[in-house]
Structures are given as structure tokens and as C-alpha cells.
């Protein structure tokens, strides 16, 4: 089977478009047959041999969406349509190819009004978001930051958030272009760095009070300005880096407001809450209520271009390999 593997994590050049084994199945795990493929900055991260744990040759991707081929049992019969996500592409041969071995307990099956594109884009983004909102006692009125709009965090928590019955839903952009582009997308509550401090647009948006929820998936000094836009009590959880892995904290904006920094790691969550949080973006998609946006698809032997959009472009909405 043809597939995209990183020979070595060496950069954009090491990604290398080979003819690989179709995977095996084994108990416990279901044939797919890969249609399209979310490409995420971790992909970049790991071809960077920046990730602890990864090594080459790898192919890339943990998260894609196909059709069941065979071992899905009653659950997911050949010819099921399914999203899913996983350590795929991390420390075991993911999405960026035409077959993947999957477990059971990762698939998902897709809602007949999505797409298989759109699919690809879900899960990764979608389940963090759901995840990180319910660990942090996100409840109906809570006011929520999601910086950096366009990307695939900052739009799926803001979405979410929003569905959930949020009293704001925030996001920023240091773009004013894309802070335009945003509006014209339904985001309503986003803070053009550009024109004013992530701290000043969260108070002038929530009259003074802050925000009760932030899920930061930047890192840098990005989250060093959320942690002061926090509400009394609230909480910040930490999943990403793109920014940078390190900033400088004010502790007076924990000590003094009795705050918290909490990580989030979703390779680490128990299947139950994975499972819980599928059901509730399965609701939402079918409702409508939630909507991916993909800015740009490319072919399997141009993955390499697609990560290089994705890092460097910068664009507003997930970018899919199709397969």
C-alpha cells in the first residue's frame, strides 16, 4: 500500500511517499481503509524529532476517517463509514496511508451529514475540546477563552462552548485579516491582538469579569496573557505548544485570584471519557450545532506541502489529506 512515512525526523524532506505492507488484523483491532487524513501540528512536531518517544521510520497521522473493511463485527460492519483518533502516527504507523489497523475502541462512527474530509478534522480537536472543558467544570454561563481562531483548537472549543450554552465564547487572533475572516464565520467574541492586549479584550467582552475556562493550545507567551485574563477561581489547561514550550508566569495572577494550570494530555484519557465525549460530538454534529471548517485538502504524495501550509500559512481551518 502506498503510505507517507518519515524516514527521518529530519523535517519536511524526510517525509518519503513508499509502498509499505498492508496492516495485518489482529484481535481487538478493525481494517480501515483510509479516505482522508487531518494533518496536525504534532505531525510536524514529531517529523521535527521534537516528540519524545517517536522514532523513524513512521508513518504519519493520528486522526483519519475511511470505511471498515473487515473485523468491525456488529458495531462497525464492511462498509461502515469512521472517524477516529489514537497513538497512531506516534508510536505506531498512522493515517498518512491507505490502510490502518485500528482498535475498536477508537472508532467512531460518522453522522450521515458529514463528510468523510470534514470527519478527518474532527477527532483530534473536537475530542480535546470536549475533554478539556468537562475536567474543567464547564457548566451553561461560564465565560471560556480558546486563543488563536482559524486554528483547529481555538475553533472547536470556541464551538463548543458556544453550543454548550456559554455566556461568551472567546478566541483571539494576532491577524486582523483573519479576525475579519472570523466574523464572517459566526465567531463573535474574537480579540484582535493587533489592536489590543488578549487581557483587555477578554475584560471589555465580559464587562470587567474574565474568563472562568481557557484552553490554550499555543504555549508561549500566549499563555502567560491568558493566565492574567482568568476570572476569580478559574482555570487554565495547557495542550499545546506551537508557540513555544517555555514562558514566564506572573504568579500574582494565580496566588492572588486563586487560580490553577492544569495540562492536558489526551493519549492519557481513560476510554470511558473518550467514549463520553465521542457521544457528545456525534449529538452536536448531527444537530448541527457544531461544524468543522477545512481550509484546504491535498493528495497523499503531497503531504509534505500540506504540512508546510499547515506550519508556515497558517490557515484559518483543518487541512486534510485525501486518500
Known sequence: MRAMRAEQFSGYEGLKLVDIAKPAVTDGKVLVRITAAGVT????????????????PLVLGNEGAGVVETGGGADFPAGSRVMFFGAYGVLEDGTYSEWVAVRKEDLCLIPENVDDVSAAGIPVAYLT????????????GKTVL??????????????????????????????HAKA???????????????????????????????????????????????????????????????ASRKTTIDVTNVIGPQTSIRGLNMFAQPKAVVAEAWSVI??????GAIRPIVAKTFPLAEAADALRYLVEDRPFGRVVLTI
Open 41 to 56: 501540528p504534532l505531525d510536524y512536531t514529531i517529523l521535527s524529532g521534537k516528540f519524545h518517544g517517536s522514532k523513524p
Open 129 to 140: 475540546a470536549q475533554v478539556a472543558l468537562t475536567r474543567a467544570g464547564f457548566r451553561a
Open 146 to 175: 480558546a486563543p488563536a481562531i482559524g486554528g483547529s483548537i481555538g475553533n472547536a472549543v470556541t464551538q463548543m462552548a458556544r453550543a454548550l450554552g456559554a455566556k461568551h465564547a472567546m478566541s483571539s487572533t494576532t491577524n
Open 180 to 242: 475579519e475572516q472570523a466574523k464572517a464565520l459566526g465567531f463573535n467574541e474574537v480579540i484582535d491582538t493587533s489592536q489590543e492586549k488578549l487581557g483587555d479584550g477578554v475584560r471589555r467582552i465580559t464587562d470587567g469579569y474574565g474568563a472562568d475556562i481557557v484552553v490554550d493550545g499555543i504555549g508561549g507567551d500566549v499563555l502567560s496573557e491568558a493566565l492574567g485574563a482568568l476570572a476569580l477561581g478559574g482555570s487554565l489547561t495547557t495542550l499545546g505548544y506551537s
Open 282 to 287: 456525534v449529538s452536536m454534529l448531527k444537530s
